[in-house]
């Protein structure tokens, strides 16, 4: 579904990305786990879009995306749920959800909103009130609902569990799962990397801009560079 | 008692010009949190326009519309010319570049144009209609029959549509928005060419009443900018009644004190009313937790 090749991406003339190769196959849950300053996030960012590339090949279901504009990708099914929630803080709830189905005007739209709201019904409650007032976690959950009203086949998602509780994390982890039996396919960065790892089929480790590591994500798991170097164990 | 009320009607008038500038203001801060200090240069574009392709011979209705379109046009090439090169720069910087491109557009206009004032016929006639012993030009309703149009035409484009929707969201969060599919350059070109248009439109609607040259854009774009600053910067509601609280203040003074203390008082009103309400009278707070 989504094959990377030798992806590079600077900011400035300082390199961040090195080269990256990842690939994620249709219906998979993959996992990109590493410590802060990775470069995780720019790798979310190359494949949504919003950073530039400088060298490298991005593919999505069969068609290179590396030149395309990053409000073009949602629309051959790429969508993410980036880093620090990005929600519409002014705007509401409902129209934060609205707006994540942008591309759309058809009567699925209101479906979906409902769907949303059955996944988290904590936003069905708030759904008038401005977005910026809700809570981290509500905030968080808002994110996802808003990227799968775009009706992706692949969801990019950045960190879903940073600076929440730990019954919130199981919960949106637990979400992530369900995703996987609607048919979408999940790319999720995480430094929550026993979490993650946990509910992902593969995974691969980042460390200062190149993949050190992959493999399914049970065998990583049990690797013990891994458990002393990620998991704490 | 009659004297109020002739004074309501010249600051009504004046109020819905100074509206009509603050809800072209509106758009622009949006989509952009960018105050666009050319605004005041789209009126005068408007005036000027229409007045020279009608001395032209073009009949008047065709030449208001040619004159909104072509300035609609230079709103969008000063998008494109001036403020989208300069992606990323900070929003002072934007300000910035739009107050220069308001001193260009003047330095064209008295090119192009001359440097005399202009009129051209009243839409209804010059009668003015007598109303419990005041009196108030036909135009002047025309004036705020066009500012009360715009305001609830903005109201809908940005409460009921998803396109108005697309303009909040790209101001709030310009990344998220193309990350939901949506088009932030075309955001931007859009409200600058519906700024222009509304700015063009308040020439037109305005030049029977106040006459046009190179030089009414600073003016205007100041008093409009301190009318949407009372209302609340970024409200539509706030730009109609904070355009037409300035509108009357001035013709308040003006005519009970003297018109040599008008500016002066509306800006006292307007710096107390900030002073207590930062935000202005329909600014939103904005709430954000994180």
């Known amino acids: ?233 | 008692m009659d004297a109020l009320l002739q004074f309501i009607f010249s600051g009504m008038t004046v109020g819905a010009v100074y509206a009509l500038v603050a809800l072209g203001f509106t758009i622009i801060y949006n989509a952009s949190d960018v105050v666009n200090f050319a605004q005041g240069e789209f009126v005068m574009l408007g005036g000027m326009i229409t007045v020279f392709t009608y001395m032209a011979g073009v009949p008047l209705p065709l030449a208001a519309v040619l004159a909104i379109v072509a300035t609609a046009a230079v709103g969008v090439a000063l998008n494109k010319l001036a403020i989208e090169p300069a992606r990323g720069a900070p929003v002072v910087s934007l300000i910035i570049i739009t107050i220069g491109a308001s001193i260009l557009i003047r330095g064209a206009a008295q090119l192009i144009f001359d440097k005399q004032l202009h009129r051209f016929p009243a839409f209804s006639g010059d009668a003015p209609l007598r109303v419990m012993g005041a009196t108030i030009l036909p135009q002047s309703l025309w004036v705020i029959g066009g500012a009360i149009l715009v305001f609830v035409g903005l109201w809908l484009f940005f409460t009921r549509t998803l396109t108005g929707k697309a303009v909040l969201a790209t101001a709030n969060n310009r990344v998220a928005a193309q990350l939901v599919g949506i088009n932030t350059n075309w955001v931007m070109t859009l409200s600058f060419g519906l700024s222009a248009a509304i700015g063009a439109f308040a020439g037109v609607l305005v030049t029977p009443i106040t006459l046009v040259s190179y030089d009414i854009g600073v003016g205007l774009a100041l008093k409009g900018f301190a009318g949407a600053m009372l209302g609340g910067m970024g409200n539509p509601k706030g730009a109609l009644v904070g355009g037409l609280l300035l509108g009357l203040l001035e013709a308040m003074t003006a005519g009970y004190l003297s018109s040599q203390y008008k500016d002066a008082v509306a800006f006292i009103v307007i710096l107390a009313v900030l002073f207590v309400m930062p935000h202005g009278l329909f600014g939103s707070k904005s709430v954000e937790r994180v």
């Open chain 1, 1 to 233: 579904m989504l094959t990377v090749e030798g992806l590079r991406s600077r900011y400035g003339r300082i390199e961040v990305l090195h080269g990256i190769d990842l690939q994620v196959n249709t219906g998979e849950i993959v996992t990109v786990v590493g410590a802060n300053g990775a470069g995780k996030t720019t790798l979310l960012r190359c494949l949504s879009g919003t950073q530039p590339a400088s060298d490298g090949r991005i593919t999505f279901r069969g068609e290179s995306i590396t030149a395309v504009p990053a409000h073009r990708r949602l629309k051959r099914g790429l969508a993410q749920s980036p880093e620090g929630r990005q929600i519409f803080t002014n705007l509401s709830v409902e129209e934060n959800l609205r707006l994540g189905a942008f591309l759309f005007k058809d009567e699925r739209v209101d479906q979906d909103m409902a769907e949303a709201f059955a996944m988290f019904p904590i936003l069905k409650e708030k759904r008038n009130l401005a977005a910026g007032g809700l809570s981290g976690g509500q905030q968080q959950m808002l994110a996802i609902a808003r990227a799968l009203m775009g009706r992706p086949s692949c969801l990019l998602l950045d960190e879903p569990s940073m600076g929440l509780a730990p019954l919130l994390v199981a919960q949106i982890f637990e979400v992530v799962t369900d995703l996987r039996g609607r048919g979408v396919t999940v790319l999720l960065v995480e430094q929550n990397a026993f979490g993650a790892l946990k509910i992902a089929d593969r995974g691969y480790v980042m460390e200062t801009g190149r993949i050190s590591m992959s493999g399914a994500a049970a065998e990583l798991i049990a690797d013990p560079r891994i458990r002393e170097a990620y998991l704490g164990l």
